[in-house]
Nanobody
């Protein structure tokens, strides 16, 4: 059974950094495009970043472009989200997701295209 487990969330001051990890098991990780989404209380889940199954292609939401970096290590079945210059509006639960992808270059931004989701990790940006 496929499972995605996020870690690395926590409380950080504005301007600080965090690195989230998402470890996958029960699936052929290198066959899947991966993504990060977030959801704040009272708001809909929103796309944050995505990476192709080979890792060579990435895309970001405008709100995080230049501050967040998505990456993956297929040998470790793990993807990452390096977050810098964090703002209070980045406060949310962060979720990783996996989408089976036939294309080495495809990045997936629509949540409905993802087959598997993690349980999420909370990020709180506050002084």
């Amino acid at each position: 059974q496929a499972q995605l487990v996020e870690s690395g969330g926590g409380l950080v001051q504005p301007g600080g950094s965090l690195r989230l990890s998402c470890e996958a098991s029960g699936l052929s990780f290198s066959y899947y495009a991966m993504g990060w989404f977030r959801q704040a209380p009272g708001k809909e889940r929103e796309f944050v970043a995505a990476i192709s199954k080979g890792g060579g292609y990435t895309t970001y939401a405008d709100s995080v472009k230049g501050r967040f970096t998505i990456s993956r290590d297929n040998a470790k079945n793990t993807q990452y989200l390096q977050m810098s210059s964090l703002k209070p509006e980045d406060t949310a639960g962060y979720f990783c997701a996996a989408a089976l992808s036939p294309s080495r270059s495809a990045v997936v931004t629509a949540p409905g295209q993802y087959e598997y989701w993690g349980q999420g990790t909370q990020v709180t940006v506050s002084s």
